[in-house]
């Protein structure tokens, strides 16, 4: 198995108290920008790589999916998946999302929430994406924005008196390996440009619909730190459909 940092004890529980995992997709600040750009799942066999507690399954399941098939490494995660969004369409599985082998054309849609920059390998991986994606087939996922994950930290710099004074923006050409601080913890990341992101698609047989980087939203301007969110982009959200056969 792959780096299963969602797993160990103290930050699978500093990461259940976050808004997203108690309050859902309501709780995470890129829902409202995602939901615009995510296909009519009427009919449609849908692939959630890096799930977590199976909010987005849920949500493509009562939206009419055919069936949804939920990876994700950490069994932790999919125990609380299966507790919280249980449902007879949707299937979870273990593994990790580099690991798998499906047959041509599998999908009708591919999801991804904010897990690719745990992903060493991108060009492999979206390569089996493209040939487990049906022609005129949907893929969208999210990811920390290459601006958030270029120089390590992902934390601004402070002032004597801790004031932010901005955020570092560092060997962003040079991808790779990031040892990055999320929720306090150490957390091994994979920085690459958003150049690589989006050719990587287009070589593999992806249009390109939208390019989105999601800015909070106003009924979360109130939250602690959220304005400064507005400095620096955190995330990014890619749309895209597999080319048709001629």
């Not at 999919?78 to 047959?103: C, V, W």
């Not at 390109?208 to 980087?213: G, K």
Request: aromatic share 12%; charged share 30%.
């Amino acid at each position: 198995m792959k780096e299963n940092k969602y797993d160990e004890e103290v930050f699978y529980q500093k990461y259940s108290e976050m808004d997203r995992s108690k309050k859902g997709l309501g709780g995470a600040g890129e829902w409202s920008e995602l939901q615009k750009v995510l296909p009519d799942f009427s009919g449609k066999r849908v692939l959630d790589l890096g799930c977590g507690y199976g909010w987005h399954c849920i949500y493509a399941a009562e939206h009419g999916a055919k069936s949804v098939l939920g990876i994700d490494i950490s069994e932790k995660m999919l125990k609380t998946a299966q507790e919280k969004n249980g449902h007879k369409k949707i299937e979870y599985q273990r593994s990790a999302m580099e690991d798998l082998d499906f047959p041509k054309e599998s999908f009708d849609v591919v999801l991804s929430s904010l897990a690719f920059h745990y992903v060493k390998d991108f060009e492999s991986l979206a390569e089996k994406i493209s040939q487990w994606t049906a022609p005129g087939g949907q893929f969208v996922f999210s990811a920390e924005h290459p601006v958030f994950t270029a120089y390590g930290t992902q934390d601004w710099y402070y002032d004597e008196e801790g004031k932010i004074l901005h955020f570092p923006v560092d060997r962003y050409f040079y991808e790779g390996k990031r040892d990055a601080v999320f929720l306090g913890e150490q957390v091994v990341k994979y920085h690459r440009t958003l150049t690589t992101y989006l050719n990587t698609l287009l070589r593999n047989g992806f249009v390109l619909r939208h390019i989105i980087e999601p800015k909070p939203q106003e009924d979360m301007m109130d939250l602690p730190g959220m304005h400064d969110e507005m400095r620096r982009p955190m995330m990014l959200i890619v749309a895209a459909e597999k080319e048709r056969r001629m």
